[in-house]
């Protein structure tokens, strides 16, 4: 059996958006990036509005990785997804 390493916990991803394009847009940007890089992480899509106004977001979408948030209001490149995520 391979030994699996443990470096980091689960990412906890969340993607706040009401399911405007830019919202499946970033969903689908961040799902290939986490898919490519062999990421250990939980995506989850946040599209309940009472929800994303309590991360005090305005504008979406925008990405929380475990709790902060990241980016809002645009659609990240996928190097820059990479980039917080590791």
Do not use: Q, W, Y
């Not at 504008?59 to 917080?84: F, H, N, Q, W, Y």
């Amino acid at each position: 059996m391979a030994k699996h390493k443990h470096e980091a916990m689960t990412k906890k991803i969340k993607i706040l958006g009401t399911g405007c394009p830019k919202c499946k847009t970033l969903t689908g940007v961040v799902k290939d990036v986490v898919a490519e890089n062999n990421i250990d992480a939980t995506i989850e899509k946040v599209e309940d509005i009472i929800e994303i106004m309590k991360f005090d977001v305005m504008t979406t979408p925008a990405l929380v990785i475990d709790g902060v948030i990241c980016i809002k209001g645009r659609v990240p490149s996928k190097s820059e997804i990479l980039a917080l995520l590791n």
